[in-house]
């Protein structure tokens, strides 16, 4: 019998981060988006939830919980119902966690694991997206030449989240016919980190660009060893993940609109009781459900451990296109009030429009 019912710990645990993300992200997200820096202290809140060491094993420092990439896409809607923004700064450290937890040999999980269960925020980042107008995350331009014992790796990567901070990066790069991950550190001869950049949405996040200029890569960085890692499923968790954001962040412009609606009146009565008011309203909560769904689906097969490629790719480009449709009928619904800063459907309609064309931020 197939059931869409969350277990106790999974009801638990989105409880948890909803009152974090109401009470918390939500009252400083319009700051941080202002000032286009998230503080550090957020970062201190956002690591004593445990997001990077839960699912961590015991013998590494973490709390040994089952590896669930469902029970993490109820988190990370959660979390961007608070604002995505934020929700990316808190997350995308373990995204790099897991990929070394899942796919890393046994000397790479010894050595970096335990930094994601200590006492102080520990950022690791996967640098994914690149400066292309015709990217593609499976078949990116930045290359690995096989030299020696190790690699060369040359390439731009950009939109790297906490690039400003990030200890080490895992780097997706072209090796012949094939993909692979390589851990650099950001002290690499031959990388260059240029400054933070400017972007749409997602202000506040520190996002910098990435230059490989011959980097000398050892064999041991390369993600799995000599075995290689499968690298399309790790982009697969990445686009479970953001398609998660991106459910969250329209969730929310769905949740502001309601009310909203509700207490404007124009022409002697509220405009929710206007038929095409009340009609994209429906609609908008049938995308937000229908997301939810497909995103599932696809994280249950990662948690199965079958092939999530075409599943993960229709969650993450219906998300894509959903909530920005949402995005865009939240502001019409708001009407002038949709344009101004006093209300926050136009920061999440930027950051709707940002999520939707980025790749590798955070995963399930």
Known sequence: ????????????????????????????????????????????QAWELGLSGAQLPEEHGGYG???????????????????????VGAAAPALFAYAIADQGTAAQRAAYLPAF????????????????????????RSAAARNGSGFILTGTKCFVPLADRASHFLVVARDGERLDAFIVPRDAAGLTIAAPEKNLGLKALPTGTLQFDGVRVPEANRLGGAQAADVPRLLNHCRVGLAALLNGLGRAVLEYCVPYAKERVAFGEAIARKQSIAFRLAEMHMEVESMRWMIWKAASELERGIDATRSAHLARSYAAEKAMWIADHGVQVLGGHGFIREHPVEMWYRNARTLGVVEGLVGV
């Open 117 to 140: 269960s200590g006492e102080r925020p520990h950022a690791a980042v996967l640098a994914l997206s690149e400066p292309s107008p015709a990217f593609d995350a499976f078949a990116p």
């Open 1 to 44: 019998m197939i059931s869409f019912a969350m277990t106790d710990e999974q009801e638990s645990m989105r409880l948890a981060m909803r009152d974090f993300a109401t009470s918390a992200m939500r009252p400083m997200a319009r700051d941080c988006d202002e000032a286009a820096d998230i503080p550090d202290a957020f970062f201190a």
């Open 65 to 87: 919980g089952a590896r669930s990439p469902v029970s993490n896409a109820i988190v990370l809607e959660e979390l961007a119902y608070g604002d995505a923004t934020l929700a």
